[in-house]
C-alpha cells in the first residue's frame, strides 16, 4: 500500500507562513509537493478551491492548507504539530508534543504575527502605504518594547534545557520555527537586529539561529531555487521604521 503524498497547499508569493512548514519537510527529508511551484493563477486557484472543504474535510478560512490523503487542514501551527508528530520532530515523549506546539506558537505569536502587525498597525486590510506613518511608530514601538522581551525569553528557554535546541539535545520542529522567526526579523529590522547581536546579550538565540541553517539538509535548501525571497508578505523591510532600540525610544 503506498503512502498517500505531503501536499503543502499554499499562495505562491513571499516565504510566509507555509516557509515553517516547508522547512520541516525539508529537515525531514520527504518528498512533498507545494502549489506554490505551479504560478501565480494555477496555485491560488487550488487554494481558493480546496478552502471550500470535501471528503469530510470542513471549509477552511484561509492558507495555508495541507493534505495528506483525505485529511485536509488548516493553521500553521496546527499543520506543523500534524507533521511534527509523524516525522520523529515534536520531541522524544507524548508529552513533549505539547511542549513543542507551545513553544513553536509562542515563536509564531511573537515573532511573526506581531511583526506583521507593525505594518499594518491599522488594518491588514489596507496597503502599507495607506498608514505609513502609523507603521513607522508601531515598528519603533515594537524594536524598543516587544522585540527584545521576545529575545530574552528565547535565551532563556535555549539556557534552561543547557543544549543546543529548545529541547535540550532533541532538534524539534520548534527550533524550525524560531529560526525562521529569527530569520524574517533581520530581514525587517536589520539594524534593530544587528544591534541587539552585538551586544552578546541573546548569543544563544544568534547562535541558534546560525545553527538550524547549518543543518545540512536545511542549508541545502536555503541555497535552492526553492527558497523564496522575502518580498511584502508577512516580513517586510521599511526602512523608517528600522532602528536600534535606544534611537526607537527617543523617537516615538
Known amino acids: 500500500m503506498s503512502t498517500p503524498p505531503y501536499e503543502l497547499i499554499y499562495a505562491p508569493f513571499a516565504p510566509g ?17 507545494d502549489t506554490t511551484s505551479l504560478g501565480w493563477d494555477a496555485a491560488l486557484a487550488a487554494n481558493q478551491e480546496l478552502l471550500k472543504g470535501r471528503d469530510g474535510n470542513p471549509p477552511y478560512f484561509a492558507p495555508p492548507l495541507f493534505r495528506h490523503g483525505d485529511l485536509i487542514i488548516s493553521q500553521t501551527s496546527n499543520i506543523l504539530m500534524y507533521l511534527g508528530s509523524k516525522l520523529g520532530l515534536a520531541g522524544s515523549t507524548a508529552e513533549d508534543a505539547f511542549r513543542v506546539n507551545a513553544l513553536a506558537c509562542t515563536a509564531l505569536d ?28 508601531a515598528s519603533k514601538v515594537w524594536i524598543n518594547v516587544r522585540l527584545p522581551k521576545f529575545l530574552a525569553y528565547w535565551e532563556s528557554v535555549l539556557a534552561s534545557k543547557g543544549g543546543p535546541w529548545l529541547m535540550g539535545e532533541t ?81 516615538v
Open 17 to 33: 507562513r507555509g516557509e515553517h512548514i516547508r522547512l520541516l519537510l525539508e529537515e525531514a527529508g520527504v518528498t512533498y509537493t
Open 110 to 137: 511573537g515573532l511573526s504575527d506581531e511583526v506583521h502587525a507593525t505594518h499594518h498597525p491599522i488594518s491588514g486590510t489596507l496597503y502599507y502605504e495607506d498608514q505609513k506613518d502609523e507603521s513607522t511608530r
Open 171 to 251: 532538534f524539534t520542529y520548534a527550533d524550525i520555527v524560531l529560526s525562521q522567526c529569527i530569520d524574517g526579523v533581520k530581514y525587517a529590522f536589520p539594524k534593530a537586529m544587528a544591534h541587539l547581536d552585538e551586544k552578546s546579550e541573546y548569543r544563544r538565540v544568534f547562535g541558534h539561529w546560525e545553527q538550524v541553517r547549518a543543518r545540512p539538509r536545511i542549508a541545502k535548501y536555503l541555497a535552492s531555487d526553492k527558497r523564496q525571497k522575502y518580498d511584502n508578505g508577512i516580513y517586510r523591510y521599511c526602512p523608517d521604521g528600522d532602528v536600534v532600540p535606544e534611537t526607537a525610544a527617543a523617537s
